[in-house]
């Protein structure tokens, strides 16, 4: 009899809370934004640069809507994604919990968020999570052709019923669901890996980053993945009014297609862009901040004790913090920030000025908010070719007679 009411009751709050929340949502949007319902035509331009071969293409592939514990519809996402400035989504709602899924289908959301979809240049993925206790966790299945036959009774069986249709397994936020460090990976994540039922893991999640994962990722072969795991409206959870932003996994593809997203992740080809920060392998982190950053001037003339500036251009929406380190020749500010479209002005001074020289000095630095592991972040460098003329010395005679005199 127990079991009997809650089950009623887990059904009929169900039912009434994400109607509730959703009204809630609507009401505290409008005046957010004052009295002005955000337009789908409002987009967010947001630029990450393309890289050699590649196309960048930005992606969330977690996320849920009310057909399974979220409170927004599949339409709703598909709204909050393109206004967001994403590429491709995956709604992955919980096969195992679905009260408002009236037809039963697994499938609906995807169905629903296509069609949403229909003229905006966004792309759906179909996708569901199977979720169990841990261990062993919850995983996303992605590029499911049906989400129906993935629904299981058995972790295994889905898990398998989702590879026997191509699909790429995700574990998700194998921190937020475990108790001890021992419960995050465990015989049943090694038996996955070796049959090879497991081929990404969250490195980031909402606005958590796993460093022990950074480094699994790494040593198990896996794809590095960051997504937003929506529950909310996205505006409630990730507010660029103060100063966040949903994470997303970027994937450099062949072709801007599922097909090309597919691929690229079954070939490890992602990074993750969170917290205003990049994390991922520097194969991708370093020709990615180079397509951003852009040196104005290669060639710089300084006479005596003068003080240049390098004129550096950042194009891309993303902010990138440098930390210069020492140079014999040059003279450089230990630490700049370069905001997002934006052109900064570095000083630069010669430290050698005993005679003319002109040479070709790497500027070398790291960028603090790209990791490429745990504890090591993004080094690279610019290439500039430097010319000193010293000034000679009957001038530099005159210069201290007139700061003397002044």
Known sequence: MFSFIRRSLTYVMGLILPTFMQVISIHQYYNYFDGKMPSIEDRNQLMIPNIANYYTLKCDFHMHTYLSDGIVSPANRVEEAWREGLDAI??????????????????????????????????????????????????????????????????LDAIKAACDQGAFIIYNHPKLTCHSESEVWTDIHEKLLKKGWLHGIEVVNRQSYYPHVHDWYIEKSLTPMGNSDLHLPSWMEFSEYQGRHRPMTLVFCESPTAEGIKEALFSRRTAIYYRHGLAGDSRFLEPLFHASVHVQDTLISISGEEQKFIEVRNLSSLPFRLEFIGSAEVDLPDAVVLPPRSTKSIPISVIEKESYWLKSCRLSFQVANCKTARDRKLFTGWQVDIEYIPVPAENRLLAHNYQTAY
């Open 90 to 155: 995956a709604i992955t709602d919980h096969l195992e919990f679905s009260p408002l899924n009236f037809s039963g289908d697994k499938n609906e959301s995807y169905k629903q968020a296509r069609k949403a979809a229909e003229g905006l240049d966004l792309i759906i993925i179909n996708g569901c999570e199977v979720t169990r206790k841990t261990p062993p966790g919850h995983f996303n299945t992605l590029f499911v052709t049906d989400a129906n036959a993935v629904n299981q009774k058995g972790f």
